[in-house]
C-alpha cells in the first residue's frame, strides 16, 4: 500500500523558517521524482520543488526560488522541503507527490500559515 505522510507544517512568522518532510512508503522510492506542490484558497495547485531520485536534479518554482531547498534521503525513503524567509503569500496546503511513468502519488497534504 502506497503511503505519503507529510509533517513539519505549522504557523509561522514572516520571515521564519519550517522544515517540511514527507516519509514514503509502498514504493520503491529511488525511481520516483519526488515533488512538492502547494494549494492556496481559491488557487490552483501549484508546483514548488521537484528533485528526481537517480540524478538529484532538481527545479524549483519561480516563487520560491533562493528561499526553497528540497532534498531527499533514498536511504530513508524522505523527502524534505527546506522554507526560509517565508512571506504571507506562502500560505497554502503542501502536498508531496511521487511520480514515475504510470504512476502519480499524492500525500494528503500538511498547512503551513504565514502570519504575523
Known amino acids: 500500500q502506497v503511503q505519503l505522510v507529510e509533517s513539519g507544517g505549522g504557523m509561522v512568522q514572516p520571515g521564519g523558517s519550517l522544515r517540511l518532510s514527507c516519509a514514503a512508503s509502498?514504493?520503491?522510492?529511488?525511481?520516483?521524482?519526488m515533488s512538492w506542490y502547494r494549494q492556496a484558497p481559491g488557487k490552483e495547485r501549484e508546483l514548488v520543488a521537484a528533485?528526481?531520485?537517480?540524478?538529484?536534479?532538481?527545479s524549483y518554482g519561480d516563487s520560491v526560488k533562493g528561499r526553497f531547498t528540497i532534498s531527499r534521503d533514498n536511504g530513508k525513503n524522505t523527502v524534505y522541503l527546506q522554507m526560509n524567509s517565508l512571506k504571507p503569500e506562502d500560505t497554502a496546503v503542501y502536498y508531496c507527490?511521487?511520480?514515475?511513468?504510470?504512476?502519480?502519488?499524492w500525500g494528503q497534504g500538511t498547512q503551513v500559515t504565514v502570519s504575523s
Open positions: 528533485m528526481s531520485g537517480t540524478s538529484g536534479s532538481t
Open positions: 509502498g514504493f520503491t522510492f529511488s525511481r520516483y521524482v
Open positions: 507527490n511521487a511520480w514515475a511513468p504510470g504512476n502519480d502519488y
